[in-house]
């Protein structure tokens, strides 16, 4: 497995802020991705992190609403822009691991409240 | 397209029960992996099992197994013997080897186990 960091764990924010999220992962990855969890449903795709390009955006997400960077293979952040309070969820960052078999690992998620 | 079912939106069972969690997949791709995750109440992801579409057999690993039918398209998971621990919300997922790597979730079964 792997250590998977996220940052904030939690924050509360004002509408129309942006929040920026941080994942650091301490293994060496191939893929890397976003999923959005709101509250009691499933996991929904934002998309995939490309390392040193833009990302893969599932239907539904754009790159102004959810810009997303990957400078290296082990580093990536999540913005979500211009919140409103249907921006609150638990955006959760996930890696398939280099060597591994293919299973997915998460942080621990980040929770944003929208006031 | 690819899709995971989880008919089975909340279970309720009383220690000691067993339980089987039901996952019905669907994809025209003929590799392919499933998973099964926990979602205890702190809210982290847990990884259980992953399957390659080569490989039917059935799995155990304690007091968890998994039943895999490829001409049914299932992949069921039973847990004996529940305990109290077990409750959580558990998902069922699909990756495909085509293409771009994603992965699928279900909606996720709620497992509550009563002392």
């Known amino acids: 497995s792997a250590v998977i960091s996220q940052k904030p764990s939690r924050d509360i924010c004002q509408r129309g802020t942006s929040l920026t999220i941080q994942c650091q992962v301490d293994s060496q990855v191939t893929m890397m991705f976003w999923y959005r969890q709101q509250p009691g449903q499933s996991l929904t795709l934002i998309a995939t992190a490309n390392q040193g390009s833009e990302a893969t955006y599932e239907s539904g997400f754009v790159i102004d609403k959810f810009p997303i960077s990957r400078p290296n293979l082990t580093f990536s952040t999540l913005t979500v822009s211009n919140m409103s309070p249907e921006d609150s969820s638990i955006y959760l960052c996930s890696v398939v691991i280099r060597g591994n078999t293919g299973e997915l690992f998460f942080g621990e998620g980040s929770r944003l409240t929208v006031l | 397209a690819q899709k995971v079912t989880q008919a089975q939106t909340e279970i309720s069972v009383v220690e000691k029960e067993d339980v089987t969690l039901d996952c019905v997949y669907e994809t025209r791709d003929t590799t392919y992996y499933l998973f099964w995750y926990k979602q205890p109440p702190s809210g982290e992801l847990v990884f259980l099992i992953r399957?390659?579409?080569?490989?039917?057999q059935n799995e155990i690993s304690g007091r968890y197994s998994w039943n895999f039918q490829k001409s049914t398209s299932s992949f069921n998971f039973t847990i004996t013997a529940s305990q109290v621990v077990d409750s959580a919300v558990y998902f069922c997922?699909?990756?495909?080897?085509?293409?771009?790597?994603?992965?699928?979730f279900g909606t996720g079964t709620r497992l509550k186990v009563l002392a």
């Open positions: 399957r390659n579409s080569f490989d039917e």
């Open positions: 997922a699909l990756s495909v080897a085509s293409g771009t790597y994603k992965y699928i």
